[in-house]
């Protein structure tokens, strides 16, 4: 019987974990939060769609059917390769003889950490939390100005990143200024707003075929949001976005460009790319250390082609599996084949009711792709409660344009938090 | 036309805007928060089992169709008779002709304001946040101890204060330690979980008859509850809670015992009663100033006995209604009918399955009073989509005994806050 200690319970902790239930071994699992976050829908929470408790289960609970899985709630805050134990912030060690980190990455601000207070990224319910706030805040002040020239700063919303992320926030404020708040306001008139989504790269969305990537600008376009691409931030500061140089007035400007993997991993003293991943083998664990695996947006791992695999929930969910049956085997490094991952498609939704997709060589996009953009994500949600919640909200917000929760827990008169 | 300010989105507030809602009266609502909040459903955020976001529906949202209708997220610090208007925290003034004041309690402790640290009440969403992390937090500190000595002091829970919240929380507790986390965790018992209900009066629930109160006690220690009447808690310190010296060590503390009106009121310059409500007469204005209304849980009103009125939801519904139609027909003082509150009836649910209530001469109680208080609650929620998910997540609970909303944001490592 070995010990096997997993530290996080993302995609890739969470389904080690879940593949090493019931075996001999004794598995622990160790996260920051008491919950699974399903990270894809986190944008839905930052956009006031849908509650915290809908898209995070806790990891106790998913792993209860185990008995020989024991969760905790804590942070590990080193780890000694040599003594094979892992440190937590509490001071307490724990013993391992297989170590799998999964610890997953936060947004980076290429060296100007100066620009977080004014542009908060979006990792953690708590992050989505807070921009929420933000957003409906802003609204707020607006509707408590006496000028309309005043009112205009609150109403600038700017993104910067058009990943993903970016690109799903900016479709999902364009439809609560637009649809969601029309009829909500007496003194300002919020189709005055304006949403800019600023993507460096020729396209947004630069990870899909680039006919895709205009296709998703085009609806961007026509939700009424303004795609800035080939253009990069030069500054940000309490007065907006500088777009080289051009400033855009803005109190609302949100991160959705680099990512950083996590710093415990530089406690691991293997070679790190430079994201801050840790450059794993093929059978992803590190180098001279046959018993530590790296999984997820932690590891950089590389691909058939040569090519780092993306930091995507199925890669991760496969990198889990994976590590959790050469443990259950316990195969010696020379018997382990390469991991291999299998792309089963990417999607992306623009606003309430477009997405593009791939599928192998197949190319998506649409009302229908949107469809099957909602299909999916319902599916791969953990838990049976959580599919019918979701699934009843975006119902109810399809054929309402309503947000079910617009909560402010602050303040209006509070300044925003200058740091997280 | 008349401008008509009313601060305070709870039931009194909301409930004289909408009555005012198509009147030709230029109506403002200002509410510190931006969220109408279904306070009776308030223990169930703070238990886990429903979201912020179940129970809370933006003011603005309610009262969108109502164009006389202006709403405000803003904190009135003033208020000033003479110039007949209002401040606000950020330096605003507005100016009104009648002014309605629903502007709700706080928990009181009594002059000893240093318990509150150890003992947080429960008002808010952000209180019943608070609460949830600090039980979600005691479980997985308890699982992290290495003696069951040590772990005990954070598997006590003591709620100080037996009306209908210290009741239903004791309850709530119960189910999340003996039914919700049974399989949860492997190092610790969760059954060795002790909840204590102590209340100074001789029995819990004092303003409902005596043979329900022994009913509602009956089924709290059926659910495992110590239940501790005609007993004062003389103090609580970072050890526990003593009750007449002695000591109950625990982490978990809940206060529930005592109310005091928003200091707001004090800026009236009227007569308060002993815990700050305003006395008002029967027309629900202040002496000397009929055009100023104060309602709700704000107001010590006295019924045709002589009593003051409870401080429950439907007395601030009826009251609101019944200010908002007076300034409807503009009438003058002398021609105001007193207002008369017709009493439907109280219920008060313990644990997951028995509730207690009167309805006139009627008692009733057990499961069928139990569902009973599931209607009613579900009825009186507003907005159709809170209705659904609400019973929605009481059938999934109903049925699985688990809680949907198990999530903590803050790090087991942190202390708990020590102010609000």
């Known amino acids: 019987m070995s010990k096997v200690v997993i530290v996080g319970g993302g995609f890739g902790g969470l389904n080690a974990a879940k593949a090493l239930g019931g075996s ?8 920051k939060t008491n919950h699974h976050l399903f990270q894809p829908l986190l944008y839905q929470v930052a956009s006031a769609a849908l509650s915290p408790g809908d898209i995070a289960v806790p990891i106790r609970e998913i792993l209860s059917p185990y008995e020989n899985i ?10 000694d390769k040599q003594k094979r134990i892992v440190v937590l912030k509490n001071g307490d060690c724990i013993g391992f003889d297989y170590l799998i980190l999964s610890v997953g990455a936060r947004h980076s601000y290429f060296g100007k950490d100066e620009w977080e207070q004014y542009a908060p990224g979006l990792k953690t319910l708590s992050d989505a939390l807070k921009i929420r706030e933000r957003i409906l805040i802003s609204f707020e002040k607006a509707e408590r100005c006496d000028s309309i020239t ?15 992320t970016g690109a799903e926030m900016a479709g999902a404020i364009a439809e609560i200024a637009y649809e969601t708040m029309l009829k909500n306001f007496r003194r300002i008139d919020v189709t ?31 939700f009424g949001v303004k795609v800035i691409t080939g253009k990069r931030v030069t500054n940000i500061s309490s007065q907006g976005v500088e777009v080289e140089g051009n400033l855009i007035p803005a109190h609302n400007i949100l991160w959705a460009a680099g990512n950083q993997a996590a710093p415990l991993l530089k406690t691991l003293e293997c070679p790190l790319d430079k994201q801050g991943r840790a450059q794993v083998e093929s059978d992803l664990s590190i180098p001279d250390h046959p018993h530590i695996f790296v999984i997820g947006d932690a590891a950089c791992a590389i691909d058939k082609k040569g090519k780092p695999l993306p930091a995507l929930a199925p890669v991760a969910v496969q990198q889990g599996r994976y590590v959790a049956k050469l443990i259950r085997k316990e ?6 084949p390469p991991f291999s ?7 992306a939704t623009i606003g ?7 599928f192998g060589q197949i190319k998506f996009h649409g009302f229908l792709a949107w469809l099957a953009w909602c299909f999916v994500h319902i599916l791969y949600l953990i838990g049976f409660r959580n599919r019918i919640i979701v699934l009843g909200q975006w119902l109810f917000s399809y054929f309402t344009s309503k947000r ?13 938090p200058t740091k997280r």
Do not use: C
């Open 404 to 416: 079910g929760v617009r909560l402010v827990y602050r303040s209006v008169d509070e300044e925003f």
């Open 150 to 164: 005043e009112a205009k700063q609150y109403l600038n919303f700017v993104i910067v990143g058009g990943g993903p």
């Open 24 to 31: 001999r071994h004794d598995v622990w699992l160790i996260d």
């Open 192 to 222: 005055k707003t304006k949403i800019y989504l600023v993507e460096g790269s020729p396209h947004i969305l630069p990870v899909y075929p680039e006919s895709l990537s205009i296709k998703a600008e085009q609806y961007l376009d026509h």
């Open 331 to 336: 195969l010696p490094k020379s018997a382990r």
């Open 70 to 79: 024991t969760v905790l709630m804590g942070e590990v805050t080193a780890i």
């Open 341 to 347: 991952y299998l792309d089963k498609g990417t999607m």
């Open 352 to 358: 309430k009711t477009k997405a593009i997709g791939t």
